[in-house]
């Protein structure tokens, strides 16, 4: 029989949240269907635009496309949606106010809506109005923070955590930006490496259905 995850999340659901997350990534961002959402879910254009924006200076454009590039931005929302890197789990009781102002109604961080008032307050204003090198600036802080010496858990973990596994699972980030050799073969322990050498990718395991 099948035991009941927390929050309501059975495994069934989950792996069909799974799916549906695997068959959004790629997609354009104007392209996205707000139906995967429950109705008072729904991400704003404004939280879309801000979640690309940030995924693209964890990742830029090089040779190959930048994870907001490839829809990341998109798979993250969804990922938060549907419970990904433990995203719906309830806040602890003594959570700060800074983030149980942005609780969901099962009681679990809105993720995109925390990131947007951080940047924002960082920004003193408009994030999105600030010119790229001052983004990556404050979001570069925010990084430090949350794995400064210490911190155990922390929101911008979780959607770093979502962006690194939206691009490395999509077709240019699986595909381009990693190498794939399906049978490695003896171990080499000293392997010649130039600029032009990609990291190689033979396993992901990126997403725990325990």
Do not use: C
């Given at each position: ?57 964890v990742i830029p454009k090089t040779e190959t496309p930048g994870a907001g590039d490839v829809g990341a931005g998109d798979f993250v929302l ?133």
């Open positions: 029989m099948e035991q009941e995850q927390p929050q309501g999340w059975s495994r069934r659901r989950f792996l069909g949240g799974a799916a549906i997350l695997a068959a959004v990534v790629g997609v354009p961002l104007a392209a996205i269907r707000l139906d995967l959402f429950d109705k008072d879910e729904a991400p704003s254009e404004r939280q879309r635009e801000l979640m690309r924006t940030v995924s693209q200076i969804l990922g938060l949606a549907h419970g990904l890197e433990k995203s719906r789990t309830p806040l602890p009781e003594d959570a700060p106010e800074a983030l149980t102002r942005h609780a969901r109604k099962d009681g679990s961080l809105d993720q995109a809506a925390w990131l947007e008032a951080e940047l924002d307050a960082r920004a003193k204003g408009d994030f999105l109005k600030a010119a790229p090198e001052v983004q990556a600036k404050w979001l570069t802080a925010l990084d430090a923070e949350a794995y400064a010496e210490g911190v155990r858990e922390h929101p911008w973990r979780t959607v770093k955590a979502l962006i690194l596994t939206g691009y490395y699972t999509s077709e240019p980030g699986g595909s381009q930006e990693l190498q794939f050799n399906l049978v490695p073969g003896t171990y080499e322990p000293d392997v010649p490496m130039t600029p032009q050498t990609r990291a190689f990718s033979s396993d992901w395991t990126a997403v725990d259905f325990g």
